[in-house]
């Protein structure tokens, strides 16, 4: 398969304060590559909400650790991160955020900064990956570990999912697990997915306390019971990378985000009549939904499913970058095509649906922090 790559001759820039790092609700671009990193592959998968419309990932309520990367300068390790190996931020082509760049190692792991992990939450991180080709090497292979520690030494108890690059066969994905330092689950799940990870790609992890669940983009993949051990606090997020060619393979992460679950809000919103949720995301600067937000979006639908004489106003929040009236705008844009998307993809009657927007007017969280943004970009439904 021809993924149309291009080597960058042109060196990247060293970093400086021009290239700080915006927010979500920025529609600006940064056009900086490093001279390593390949062109995006094109892609060619599911471009729409409504291939996700059976989507049933629901994203965490509260979010513990999110990182675009916006703080961190480029060529520079992301500093609410460790490693024991290396890495770098970088850009691409067409790519609003940065990404870090990890390289593989034996006991090489990429450690974000949170801990005391809650028995039920959710993760979620993009990747891309460049280079591949019929011979990348059968073992390349990334992997997601839930830790009781967040250290580099292997935990006691652990779940990890890995799921590989290779190309020219069919790889499936690898669970395995330790509980009280034995392993008890060590399994290759068959799964063809060469098409999805030659192409950027979109990673959903739900824990609820023993069991681990796995998607990405809209297929879930992975689902068992009883990975994880009971009764035991988890307390790190682990990224190991292995057997790919440095030379000309890159596998980059980017917005990582973190969120404490457990609340089902179809229950919540017709118990209390009002949910807020920061599951709904949308691309930087715009309306336009990001396909994974369809959880949220058919659990709404499914309220309004099961009683038709439920209608909603849908409220939309912005954080504080950016000037007070486009972020006013932004936010009534955003309301408005969570409407469209209840209407044209769920074919709920718009006489059910008002939207209004307010804009960065009413903060939940700190608009000077990553985390506290996050927060503040949010999607209210509200029973009338």
């Known amino acids: 398969m021809n993924l149309g790559l291009e080597k960058k001759t042109k060196k990247n820039p060293a970093p400086n304060t021009n290239n700080t790092p915006k927010d979500n609700d920025s529609a600006q671009t940064n056009e900086e590559t490093t001279s390593n990193i390949p062109q995006i592959p094109t892609e060619t998968g599911p471009q729409t909400i409504k291939v996700y419309s059976k989507f049933d990932f629901v994203p965490g309520d509260t979010p513990i650790f999110v990182d675009d990367f916006s703080n961190d300068f480029i060529g520079d390790f992301p500093s609410r991160w460790n490693t024991n190996g290396s890495g770098e931020l970088v850009t691409l082509d067409k790519q609003p955020n940065k990404y870090l760049k990890i390289l593989p190692g034996f006991k090489s792991a990429y450690i974000p900064d949170v801990t005391d992990l809650p028995e039920e939450f959710t993760l979620e991180f993009d990747v891309i990956a460049t280079g591949l080709d019929n011979k990348t090497s059968s073992q390349s292979y990334l992997g997601i570990t839930v830790s009781d520690n967040n250290t580099f030494k292997k935990g006691a108890n652990l779940g990890t999912v890995e799921y590989s690059f290779c190309q020219f066969i069919e790889r499936g994905i690898v669970v395995e697990n330790n509980i009280a330092s034995k392993r008890v689950i060590r399994n290759e799940v068959g799964a063809d997915i060469r098409?999805?990870?030659?192409?950027?790609?979109?990673?959903?992890v739900a824990v609820n306390k023993e069991r681990f669940r796995l998607w990405i983009n809209e297929n879930k993949f992975i689902d068992v019971p009883r990975l994880l051990p009971a009764g035991v606090q988890m307390q790190?997020?682990?990224f190991t990378l292995r057997g790919t060619d440095t030379e000309k393979e890159s596998i980059l992460i980017g917005n990582i985000k973190v969120a404490k679950g457990g609340v089902d809000l179809r229950r919540k919103l017709l118990a209390d009549g009002k949910i807020s949720t920061n599951g709904i995301l949308f691309d930087s600067g715009s309306a336009n939904i990001q396909p994974q937000s369809m959880g949220i979006i058919r659990q709404i639908y499914q309220v309004l499913q099961q009683d038709n004489s439920i209608r909603l106003k849908i409220v939309g929040h912005t954080d504080a970058d950016g000037d007070d009236n486009k972020n006013l705008e932004l936010s009534r844009n955003r309301?408005?095509?969570?409407?469209n998307a209840l209407t044209s993809v769920y074919n709920v009657s718009q006489d059910r649906l008002s939207t209004e927007g307010k804009g960065e007017a009413e903060p939940i969280g700190d608009n000077t922090s990553t985390d506290g943004k996050a927060q503040n970009r949010r999607v209210e439904f509200i029973k009338l």
């Open 236 to 238: 790190g997020i682990k």
């Open 195 to 204: 098409n999805i990870v030659n192409q950027k790609h979109h990673v959903s």
């Open 335 to 339: 309301a408005e095509a969570v409407k």
